[in-house]
């Protein structure tokens, strides 16, 4: 649960669908998560899937979960400039590591253009 | 809930100054943290804790020291600043055995500068 690899950027123009995409390495794994960070903000919690799913859907938001790959997408429809903030993937410790600690990625810097 | 709450939002310190920056939550969170924000670092772990009297080292803890007395307190403590240490610091909480819930709060950041 110690590696967790995002993209640093990705810029999209506004309306068009943002995909940010993480890979983990805990197959055991059985909460991930995205974060948004705004401009000089804490982290807020966006959303997150449990690991007997493969997809969850929130509005504008779809995570897809890929077990095999170990691999973790946030898909933003119709993305606004009010999208523009820093995204972290994030995974819970397997079973027998600290309850409560997260392992986060380094984030990504989505910019959405006008 | 105030959830987590951090003080100062902003320090500038000299070198070789100490401070403590404090952090409070009121949601009866058995894990809290401390993490520093650098640019293209991502997050990085500094101290962290179980419960009131248990704490942990995390990936960054040198010139850091942690303490918790209380479940609600957990402040760092900087020993004698560096400018090394000039960064954003996160306090987040998690986890109470009533809702098992592994969600992490994060209070809205301290800004360090060092001089």
Known sequence: ?114 | NAGVTQTPKFQVLKTGQSMTLQCAQDMNHEYMSWYRQDPGMGLRLIHYSVGAGITDQGEVPNGYNVSRSTTEDFPLRLLSAAPSQTSVYFCASSYSRKQRNYEQYFGPGTRLTVT
């Open chain 1, 1 to 114: 649960g110690e590696d967790v690899e995002q993209s640093l950027f990705l810029s999209v123009r506004e309306g068009d669908s943002s995909v940010i995409n993480c890979t983990y390495t805990d197959s055991s794994s059985t909460y991930l998560y995205w974060y948004k960070q705004e401009p000089g903000a804490g982290l807020q919690l966006l959303t997150y899937i449990f690991s007997n799913m493969d997809m969850k859907q929130d509005q504008r938001l779809t995570v897809l979960l890929n077990k095999k790959d170990k691999h973790l997408s946030l898909r933003i429809a119709d993305t606004q400039t009010g999208d523009s903030a820093i995204y972290f993937c994030a995974e819970k410790g397997p079973r027998g590591s600290t309850l409560g600690r997260l392992y986060f990625g380094r984030g990504t810097q989505l910019t959405v253009w006008p």
